[in-house]
């Protein structure tokens, strides 16, 4: 009787499944220029603070078959982006065109390291859908892509990438608030911050980024 509670017990404990870290990114950045003049974006001044969070599950990604990139799934409601005193805004559920948004991880791709969010994988080249109307395109997108030294990652697993990178071993950005071809407001990169979910993070204002690469 004392063997079959004991075998028991050890079903029970191999049964408990594994959970996957929810794993928060925050995005800090300042205005540089705004080009809107109507809708929610024309009550956006230049020097008003950025603040964009998403999560994604750490288990939920796939690889790029061509570069050293690694693509996480956008969990979309868990998206805001505040501009000064607009916000928050989310982004457009489901996404038009049965589009998927990542957070893509790059690591030695090839000698350089970075960070973008996309509706794509591999590259930046189509950018999620935020629930405002454009003025050009049905909706404004958010384009947040910057790059690093290649020594700032160690693996593509994001568990392993968190924690916080501001202007230390920056080497390039592009972030904006764009409407089809147009760069409708311009963003000037602050920080990005990975954290597990549950991590209190808060947002800063550093000073202009632009000495970096003058």
Same mark, same amino acid.
């Not at 050890?10 to 809708?39: D, H, K």
């Not at 607009?86 to 982004?91: A, E, M, N, Q």
């Not at 160690?154 to 592009?174: C, K, P, Q």
């Given at each position: ?8 017990? %050890?079903?029970?404990?191999?049964? %408990? ?7 928060? +990114? ?13 809708? +929610? ?7 008003? $603070? ?13 690889? =790029? ?5 690694? =693509?996480? !799934? ?25 589009? $998927? ?8 791709? !090839? ?12 590259? !930046?080249?189509?950018? /999620?859908?935020?629930?405002? !109307?454009?003025?050009?395109? /049905? ?24 924690? $916080? ?9 592009? $972030? %904006? ?21 549950? %991590? ?15």
């Amino acid at each position: 009787m004392k063997r079959l509670v004991i075998f028991t017990l %050890v079903l029970s404990i191999a049964a %408990v499944p594994a959970f996957a870290e929810m794993v928060r +990114i925050v995005c800090n950045g300042t205005v540089e220029y705004n080009q809107v003049n109507s809708g +929610i974006f024309a009550d956006v001044n230049s020097g008003d $603070t950025v603040f964009a969070e998403f999560c994604v599950d750490s288990d939920d990604y796939m690889d =790029s078959g061509t570069y050293n990139v690694r =693509s996480y !799934p956008v969990i979309l409601s868990t998206f805001q982006l505040t501009i000064g005193s607009v916000g928050p805004v989310p982004l457009v559920m489901p996404q038009p065109n049965g589009e $998927t948004t990542y957070f893509n991880l790059r690591d030695n791709d !090839p000698a350089a390291d970075g960070m973008f969010m996309a509706n794509a994988t591999e590259w !930046p080249s189509a950018f /999620p859908s935020l629930d405002e !109307p454009g003025q050009i395109d /049905p909706y404004f997108n958010f384009h947040w892509e910057v790059g690093y030294t290649g020594d700032t990652f160690n693996s593509l697993d994001i568990l392993d990438a968190v924690g $916080t990178y501001d202007y230390t071993g920056l080497t390039s950005f592009y $972030t %904006v608030i764009g409407d089809a071809w147009a760069d409708a407001i311009g963003l000037e990169y602050v920080s990005m911050m990975i954290h597990t979910e549950g %991590v209190a993070v808060e947002s800063k204002t550093l000073t202009s980024v632009k000495s970096l690469f003058e």
